[in-house]
């Protein structure tokens, strides 16, 4: 249940990670789960019973001070170094790769790589398939890899929870639109599809672009709780990023990044028609190097800005 993990490291947020208090945690979490789904039986609501469960339980923090005192009075209170703490608490935390997540991976990666070293032998008329066929072959080749980065978003992992299926499934549709720009692309050079397949491949490029960009600025922080302490642990210095001090700059370099690449389009097909393809892709080049500057420019400040 998401709510409890995320309730459970929300509590612990700040709490000094140990292996001791790793394994209370993961006491409280199975505990809270069980009363919860007591709860759902009653037909209360997932994220009610989580909510009450862990109201029932009380003061978390209480509990991980009276295990920490309790460790430190059997220990002598010997203390370690941050490494050995960042070691050990990962150790603890360490998730396993589901099963049917590893061969769902290996199969969809050994799908892609059949599918494109067919469409390679009808380009290089070893094996006889019209273009339509290599067509389809691509796209599905290219749904392929889409599905090995949304299934893997959508796991659980050591360090991160699990990103919310609807929106690995934008991070699916987004791989799929690039890679399969990036194959059309590449098919057309050997003869297999017509010079204007080159707009098709540019509209998907846009597209996709336009989905990352759009997850990247609206990402939320995925870490867990004891990443996230470590981290401070260890900080040395202080990075200003404005995209996490500022969610409407955040915001704006998404506007800013989909005019600038719906604007690379609409003068990709232009020239294309009127030059020709073969100069036409230099508007993309054109257009990256642009969102690099206004990425530089907004997402660090600078030094007058740091110090409002």
């Known amino acids: ?15 000094e990670p140990s292996p001791e208090v790793q394994d209370l945690k993961e006491e409280i979490r199975a505990n809270l789960s069980a009363r919860a789904a007591e709860l759902e039986a009653q ?12 109201d029932e339980l009380g003061d978390v923090r209480a ?3 009276d295990a920490q005192a309790d460790v430190a009075a059997e220990t002598g209170g010997a203390p370690r170094t941050p490494l050995q703490e960042a070691f050990a608490v990962a150790q603890q935390q360490r998730v396993r790769p589901k099963p049917r997540f590893v061969l769902g991976v290996v199969l ?28 389809v072959l691509l796209v599905t080749a290219s749904s392929a890899a889409g599905f090995v980065v949304g299934l893997s978003l959508s796991q659980e992992t050591t360090t ?16 799929g639109l690039v890679v399969l720009a990036l194959l059309l692309a590449v098919f057309v050079p050997l003869g297999v599809f017509a010079s204007w397949i080159y707009v098709v491949a540019a509209a998907s490029l846009v597209v996709g672009g336009v989905l990352f960009t759009m997850l990247g600025v609206t990402q939320t ?6 990443v996230r302490d470590v981290a401070r642990a260890q900080a040395t210095g202080h990075h200003y990023d404005r995209f996490e001090q500022d969610p409407a700059v955040a915001a704006r370099f998404g506007v800013y990044t989909m005019v600038i690449w719906l604007t690379a389009f609409v003068v990709f097909v232009v020239l294309g028609l009127t030059v020709g393809w073969a100069w036409s892709w230099l508007t993309f080049v054109v257009a ?3 969102m690099m500057l206004v990425l530089a420019r907004m997402l660090f400040a600078s030094t007058g800005e740091q110090q409002k």
């Open 160 to 175: 991160n929870h699990p990103m919310p299926a609807n929106r690995a499934g934008l991070y699916y549709l987004a791989t």
């Open 288 to 290: 990256l190097a642009v």
């Open 221 to 226: 922080n995925r870490k867990k709780a004891w």
């Open 1 to 15: 249940m998401t709510t409890v993990h995320r309730l459970l490291d929300e509590a612990f947020a700040g709490v």
């Open 63 to 65: 509990l991980v001070a």
């Open 43 to 54: 037909g209360v609501t997932s994220d009610v019973a989580a909510r009450r469960a862990f």
């Open 108 to 135: 969809a990666s050994l799908v892609f790589a059949a599918l494109v070293a067919l469409c390679v032998l009808a380009a290089l008329d070893v094996v006889p398939l019209p273009g339509h066929v290599v067509a």
